[in-house]
């Protein structure tokens, strides 16, 4: 069991930049697999970005490719989401995730965050 805890989330204009924190507790953090995902209002939860057990290996969706970038800590039990040059296309709220194996499907995840609302405007 593990349990995930989101921060930073907010209200910026476009171009701006937000950094997001999912704070885990329980289970060894390094054993996990990170995802990033977002939901937008009326839309399907959608894959942002993973990283893998060591950090070593990290994939991102077409979307935010280049403008975001998943890290992690695991001394600090923490990843994070590095997002730049926000677009209002980019407004959702968005969960970390945890799980054994690295997917971009959202329902292999085992464990989620309860979401922190990003905003961007125009």
């Known amino acids: 069991q593990v349990q995930l805890v989101e921060s930073g989330g907010g209200l910026v204009q476009a171009g701006g930049s937000l950094r997001l924190s999912c704070a885990a507790s329980?289970?060894?953090?390094?054993?996990?697999?990170m995802g990033w995902f977002r939901q937008a209002p009326g839309k399907e939860r959608e894959f942002v970005a993973t990283?893998?057990?060591?950090?070593?290996?990290?994939y991102y969706a077409d979307s935010v490719k280049g403008r975001f970038s998943i890290s992690r800590d695991n001394a600090k039990n923490t990843v994070y989401l590095q997002m730049n040059s926000l677009k209002p296309e980019d407004t959702a709220v968005y969960y970390c995730?945890?799980?054994?194996?690295?997917?971009?499907?959202?329902?292999?995840?085992?464990?989620w965050g309860q979401g922190t609302q990003v905003t961007v405007s125009s």
């Open positions: 329980g289970r060894t953090f390094s054993s996990f697999v």
């Open positions: 995730a945890a799980d054994w194996e690295i997917s971009t499907m959202p329902w292999e995840y085992d464990y």
């Open positions: 990283i893998s057990w060591t950090g070593g290996s990290t």
